[in-house]
């Protein structure tokens, strides 16, 4: 996750972007695939850790940085580096709402992520 989060950084100031604070759609069909693996973690983690289910909670984490990382970004790639602002807003939308739903779990790191302003 913490290379996910580089990337986005690097991106982010290369293009000197800044994120909308509303939520926003976009048409691409990996943005929104990935949006909804967000929202099925998110799901499932709030669900989890309301049963206090805390390691059915955490294993959920692993498989989504890896589809993050090695399917989202890696067939994003070109789209980060022409400075896409969809691609851009998308990937900083699925940090928020991941930090926001890890937080309980691994509060240091995600405390991190959410402090970093753009722009």
């Not at 499932?44 to 955490?58: F, G, V």
């Amino acid at each position: 996750m913490w290379n996910s989060f580089k990337y986005l950084n690097t991106y982010a100031t290369l293009h000197n972007w800044s994120p909308s604070l509303e939520t926003k759609t976009s048409t691409n069909i990996l943005d929104q695939w990935i949006e909804n693996q967000t929202n099925y973690l998110c799901e499932n983690i709030a669900k989890n850790l309301e049963k206090y289910d805390i390691p059915a909670a955490t294993r959920l984490i692993a498989p989504y940085i890896d589809d993050l990382s090695r399917w989202y970004i890696r067939q994003s790639r070109d789209r980060f580096v022409n400075g896409d602002t969809e691609a851009l807003q998308t990937l900083w939308q699925v940090f928020i709402k991941f930090s926001q739903s890890c937080a309980p779990i691994i509060p240091f790191i995600t405390d991190y992520f959410l402090a970093i302003p753009y722009g």
